[in-house]
Nanobody
């Protein structure tokens, strides 16, 4: 199983970005999909996650600004990030749990700066 993330970049404060992550390989069902982020000097933190049962969880600091969604037919998840702040600057990693095994994608850099 491989996860391929895309969509990062440089954006001004208040701007928006949409991250995508496509899963490939022998996959029957993805139980949990989500996004982590890690800023320099900080620990990796869970930003948002969604289960196959429609459970969704957000980091408090992004709730109301970020929206996670998934398209199981395409084995793809998205993270719509609005009203971005400089403190959202980090490397974002897509993550999936398939039958109890965790998988990670390569990171994609998100930089929020004027």
């Amino acid at each position: 199983v491989q996860l391929q993330a895309s969509g990062g970049g440089l954006v001004q404060p208040g701007g928006s970005l949409r991250l995508s992550c496509v899963a490939s390989g022998s996959i029957v069902k993805i139980h949990v999909m989500g996004w982590y982020r890690q800023a320099p000097g900080d620990q990796r933190e869970l930003v948002a996650a969604t289960s196959s049962g429609d459970y969704i969880n957000y980091l408090d600091s992004v709730r109301g600004r970020f929206t996670i969604s998934r398209d199981d037919t395409k084995k793809t998840q998205y993270l719509q990030m609005n009203s971005l702040k400089p403190e959202d600057t980090a490397v974002y990693y897509c993550w999936a749990v398939i039958y109890g095994t965790e998988y990670w994608g390569q990171g994609t850099q998100v930089t929020v700066s004027s």
